[in-house]
Every structure is written in structure tokens, then in C-alpha cells.
């Protein structure tokens, strides 16, 4: 088609350099209690932040000014504040912290933890769960926000929240009675197991281990006593969902 003939489409000459030049905005997260609230990572300011915006209202703004910046973001489930791994040098060694998203106020997420290296985080309902290491030990906490963390777990081997690469859901249930685990008691970093406890008696409700082969956690079911977990595993040699059952300790491919 000849230059502006295409409606909505400009005719301005296409300069390569602008696919750098351009903000880059990643995929949002929101909270169910407020489905116009939602909050991103942008560079839209100059370096990568928090930022938080309301569909209803058009209110957008950020919410960060980290001098290294921020990558990791945990929006609370009442959809008033946002937790974000507070990184001062850029080595990773940090905490996590938690900014209001009506006053802007910043405390520490869990008071009395030393810092560290994130290993996950999981936010349901009044629970909070963070996993830390320090290069020797790994580290599992939970307490209410604002404060004490309480150490419920430790290890020498590596363990976290979520999937090792990335904070994402699995760790807590949506009711926040059951909190998932990736372990490597039964395996390697590149092959962890799943384990289930549930939070009011301490007792291990299933031990998911694919030898030698890879099982993820996607996420809990968002519906508030539906214990389901949906999966990602390679036992027939390539990735596929599965859900997962710990409570009767079933697991249905898909």
C-alpha cells in the first residue's frame, strides 16, 4: 500500500534507534479487592520503578525513585500497598519493604530480618511468607505486615517461594493455610521438588518429586478453600500443566 494510506497508520520514516528510546512497561499486577488498581514496572521515567495507575479515575504515577531501581513487585490483596525487593547497591542484596499506595509511606515488609538474597515471596490475607538466604542458609519467615517475621524454616540446602528465577504465585494458598515450598532435598537446582505444609499444624501434606526431571508451581486456585495447584512438569518430555491435589496428594495431567 502506498505511504499513508493505511488509517491510524503514520507515514513518518521508521527510526531503529526509537525501539530503545521508547519505555518499556512490563505486564501488570492487580489485586481482586480492586481490579482498577493496578501496578508495573516502567522505565517510562528514566529508570525502572514502580509505577501505579486507577482505570477508573486515570491517576497514574510512580511509586518508586529506587536509586538502582526495582524489578520485583508483590501487589498486597486488599490493593493498598505494593511490595518491592529494596536493593540499594545493585548486587541483589536487600530486603523486602512495602509502600502504600494511598500515602506513599515505606516500612519494612517483615521487621527483623537481616538482608539478604530473595528466594520468593507470598502475600495472602493478613499472612506473609519470605524466603531469604545469605549464601550459606536458607530461611523461611512469616509474620503479618509491618510485623516480626517469625523463622519457621531453615536449611542448608537451597529452597524458596515460587519459581527460582522469578517471584511469582504458589507460595501461599489463597486462603493462606497451606504454603508450598521448591525444595532440593530430593534432588539438584535445576530439579526441584514440591512440598505443601499446612501453616496451623506444621504438618507436610504432600512431597511432589519428578526425579532427574523439572516440576514448577504456576499458582494456587484463586477461589479461597480450593487447595489446587496448578502446575508446570516435563514427564513426558517436554513442559505441560498439571494441577495438583496435596491435600489427597493426586495430580491430574491436562
Given at each position: 500500500c502506498p505511504a499513508g494510506s493505511v488509517p491510524g497508520v503514520s507515514d513518518?520514516?521508521?527510526?531503529?534507534?526509537?525501539?530503545?528510546r521508547y519505555p518499556t512497561v512490563h505486564f501488570p499486577s492487580w489485586s481482586s479487592s480492586d481490579p482498577d488498581r493496578l501496578v508495573f514496572v516502567s522505565n517510562e521515567g528514566g529508570s525502572t520503578q514502580i509505577w501505579t495507575t486507577h482505570l477508573g479515575t486515570g491517576d497514574r504515577r510512580p511509586v518508586t525513585d529506587q536509586r538502582v531501581g526495582v524489578e520485583e513487585l508483590v501487589m498486597s490483596?486488599?490493593?493498598?500497598a505494593v511490595a518491592w525487593w529494596s536493593d540499594d547497591s545493585g548486587d541483589g542484596n536487600g530486603a523486602w519493604v512495602s509502600t502504600?499506595?494511598?500515602?506513599?509511606?515505606?516500612?519494612?515488609l517483615l521487621t527483623g530480618l537481616?538482608?539478604?538474597?530473595?528466594e520468593g515471596l507470598a502475600w495472602s490475607g493478613p499472612t506473609v511468607a519470605v524466603a531469604l538466604t545469605d549464601?550459606?542458609?536458607?530461611?523461611?519467615?512469616l509474620g503479618e505486615p509491618g510485623g516480626a517475621g517469625r523463622l519457621v524454616h531453615e536449611s542448608s540446602r537451597p529452597f524458596g517461594l515460587g519459581r527460582e528465577w522469578e517471584t511469582t504465585p504458589g507460595g501461599l494458598s489463597t486462603d493462606g493455610s497451606l504454603l508450598c515450598l521448591r525444595h532440593s532435598d530430593d534432588g539438584d537446582m535445576l530439579h526441584f521438588g514440591l512440598r505443601v505444609l499446612d501453616l496451623e499444624s506444621g504438618e507436610v501434606l504432600d512431597n511432589l518429586v519428578d526425579p532427574g526431571l523439572s516440576?514448577?508451581?504456576g499458582s494456587w486456585s484463586p477461589r479461597a478453600g480450593d487447595q489446587r495447584l496448578a502446575l508446570v512438569d516435563e514427564r513426558d518430555g517436554i513442559d505441560r500443566p498439571s494441577?495438583?491435589?496435596?491435600?489427597?496428594?493426586?495430580r491430574d495431567l491436562l
Amino acid at each position: 500500500c502506498p505511504a499513508g494510506s493505511v488509517p491510524g497508520v503514520s507515514d513518518r520514516p521508521i527510526d531503529w534507534r526509537d525501539r530503545y528510546r521508547y519505555p518499556t512497561v512490563h505486564f501488570p499486577s492487580w489485586s481482586s479487592s480492586d481490579p482498577d488498581r493496578l501496578v508495573f514496572v516502567s522505565n517510562e521515567g528514566g529508570s525502572t520503578q514502580i509505577w501505579t495507575t486507577h482505570l477508573g479515575t486515570g491517576d497514574r504515577r510512580p511509586v518508586t525513585d529506587q536509586r538502582v531501581g526495582v524489578e520485583e513487585l508483590v501487589m498486597s490483596p486488599d490493593g493498598t500497598a505494593v511490595a518491592w525487593w529494596s536493593d540499594d547497591s545493585g548486587d541483589g542484596n536487600g530486603a523486602w519493604v512495602s509502600t502504600s499506595l494511598t500515602t506513599g509511606e515505606t516500612r519494612e515488609l517483615l521487621t527483623g530480618l537481616d538482608d539478604g538474597w530473595s528466594e520468593g515471596l507470598a502475600w495472602s490475607g493478613p499472612t506473609v511468607a519470605v524466603a531469604l538466604t545469605d549464601g550459606s542458609a536458607y530461611r523461611l519467615y512469616l509474620g503479618e505486615p509491618g510485623g516480626a517475621g517469625r523463622l519457621v524454616h531453615e536449611s542448608s540446602r537451597p529452597f524458596g517461594l515460587g519459581r527460582e528465577w522469578e517471584t511469582t504465585p504458589g507460595g501461599l494458598s489463597t486462603d493462606g493455610s497451606l504454603l508450598c515450598l521448591r525444595h532440593s532435598d530430593d534432588g539438584d537446582m535445576l530439579h526441584f521438588g514440591l512440598r505443601v505444609l499446612d501453616l496451623e499444624s506444621g504438618e507436610v501434606l504432600d512431597n511432589l518429586v519428578d526425579p532427574g526431571l523439572s516440576v514448577r508451581v504456576g499458582s494456587w486456585s484463586p477461589r479461597a478453600g480450593d487447595q489446587r495447584l496448578a502446575l508446570v512438569d516435563e514427564r513426558d518430555g517436554i513442559d505441560r500443566p498439571s494441577l495438583w491435589h496435596p491435600v489427597t496428594g493426586r495430580r491430574d495431567l491436562l
